[in-house]
């Protein structure tokens, strides 16, 4: 267990619906990221705040948006779903910003998003 | 460009040592990450190498030629629960973002008894 939370586990939804992926990072991390991994692409990252404040911006779709809460959760927004989108959607913490050292990112368990 | 590539399958005996090599082009080098993934399941941390040489963590070490941009993970013992995906990532240097990780799309290892 990482101590990344990741909720929900499983969703199921229909093309063109808005869904909202919610994280809460280990104690003590200020760094949240979000990646997307499908079959045939590997992890991709999407976003990642650092406390509060978007910090780098990876190949998300201008449908998709993020944020992170004052208390440190973060929620990833996926609008206007398309079949392309079914994927399992992670996110990771860090202590800092990852650029120095090994200040490794944990993962959560993932969602598994499912778009009919 | 960014580039990570790993070989997509690997198998092994149990007992056995088994090397997955990871080369990589991308635009900044801040240090190389190797995560198992079991299937649908998270990423797990194993290694992490900035400087050339090799790092040695129990039955596993990680190997880093920043010059060559290649990197390998080297697994012994194999156990049957090393079966797993194994992700080289690295960590890019560029502009404000250099936390970023780049993965590679991952090499599936199967341990056969």
């Known amino acids: 267990d990482s101590g990344v939370t990741q909720t929900p586990k499983h969703l199921i939804t229909a093309t063109g619906q808005r869904v909202t992926l919610r994280c809460s990072p280990r104690?003590?991390?200020?760094?949240v990221y979000w990646y997307q991994q499908s079959l045939d692409q590997g992890l991709q990252f999407l976003i990642q705040y650092y406390n509060g404040e978007e910090r780098a911006k990876g190949n998300i779709l201008e449908r998709f948006s993020a944020q992170q809460f004052p208390d440190l959760h973060s929620e990833l927004n996926l609008s206007s779903l398309e079949l392309g989108d079914s994927a399992l959607y992670f996110c990771?913490?860090?202590?800092?910003?990852?650029?120095?050292?090994?200040?490794?990112?944990?993962f959560g368990p993932g969602t598994r998003l499912t778009v009919l | 460009g960014q580039n990570i590539d790993q070989p997509t399958e690997m198998t092994a005996t149990e007992g056995a040592i088994v090397q997955i090599n990871c080369t990589y082009q991308?635009?900044?080098?801040?240090?190389l990450f190797w995560y198992q993934q079991h299937a649908g399941e998270a990423p797990t941390f194993l290694s992490y190498?900035?400087?050339?040489g090799l790092e040695e963590k129990g039955r596993f070490s990680s190997f880093l030629s920043r010059s060559k941009g290649y990197s390998y993970l080297l697994l012994k013992e194999l156990q049957m629960k090393d079966s797993a995906s194994y992700l080289c990532?690295?960590?890019?240097?560029?502009?404000?973002?250099?936390?970023?990780?780049?993965f590679g799309k991952g090499t599936k290892l199967s341990v056969k008894p």
């Open positions: 990532a690295v960590r890019d240097h560029y502009g404000g973002s250099q936390g970023n990780l780049i």
């Open positions: 991308t635009s900044g080098f801040n240090g």
């Open positions: 990771a913490s860090s202590v800092g910003v990852g650029e120095i050292g090994t200040d490794t990112q944990y």
């Open positions: 190498n900035v400087l050339d």
């Open positions: 104690s003590g991390d200020l760094s």
